[in-house]
């Protein structure tokens, strides 16, 4: 997944600490930085992985992967994060619960 989230509320965060980070990726931004996600919206389509995509995934071009993009969104109704991820769909599947 590539994340993006506004630096002045996440200020400190690094990569480093989200990949050592063993509980829920949200919980952290609550506990850490006072963040909560309170809504979120996907988009989920299915396309063609490119030869860049094949590469990085183990798969042949044109192999249908399943993208999602997520927005999250704090009180305010303001953005706090954009997740893009491409996934397999021959080992994978997506499950999606939201509250």
Do not use: C
């Not at 995934?57 to 491409?86: C, H, I, K, N, W």
């Amino acid at each position: 997944d590539d994340i993006w989230l506004p630096g002045h509320m996440f200020k400190g965060l690094t990569a480093d600490r989200l990949s050592e980070y063993r509980g829920p990726m949200y919980g952290l931004f609550e506990t850490e930085f006072g963040v909560r996600m309170i809504r979120a919206e996907e988009k989920l389509r299915a396309v063609a992985a490119d030869e860049n995509d094949a590469r990085l995934l183990e798969v042949a071009p044109g192999t249908p992967l399943l993208s999602v993009e997520r927005l999250a969104f704090t009180y305010g109704d303001q953005p706090v994060e954009l997740r893009r991820g491409l996934y397999r769909t021959d080992h994978h599947y997506y499950r999606n619960e939201l509250s």
